[in-house]
């Protein structure tokens, strides 16, 4: 069993920062990249961005300059640092990983559960 538990979201004004955090649990041979998407109502799902093994990171343009993703590999955990907030950040927040369970198994993407950020004007 995996187990990605997410924290951190929560109600900030516009210009406001949030940290969220995703830990991942359980068997967790190896992990490949981890990274961050958000759905805000009536939309798709989107990439915010993504953190390789190697920490070479990657980010949508909306973000670039005010979100900054980084790891803890020896606690399996993902953070996404969000600054300058703005409304149109306003979203479910679900944090991704890649990660083989067993030695003998492939790589396979494993969710969190969600956390919502709600930037207010």
């Known amino acids: 069993q995996v187990q990605l538990v997410e924290s951190g979201g929560g109600l900030v004004q516009a210009g406001g920062s949030l940290r969220l955090s995703c830990a991942a649990s359980?068997?967790?041979?190896?992990?490949?990249?981890m990274g961050w998407y958000r759905q805000a109502p009536g939309k798709r799902r989107e990439l915010v961005g993504t953190i390789t093994s190697g920490g070479t990171t990657n980010y949508a343009d909306s973000v670039k300059g005010r979100f900054t993703i980084s790891r803890d590999t020896a606690k399996n955990t993902v953070y996404l640092q969000m600054n300058s907030l703005k409304p149109e950040d306003t979203a479910v927040y679900y944090c991704n990983v890649n990660l083989k369970r067993l030695w003998y198994e492939g790589y396979f993407d494993y969710w969190g559960q969600g956390t919502q950020v709600t930037v207010s004007s």
């Open positions: 359980g068997r967790t041979f190896s992990i490949n990249a």
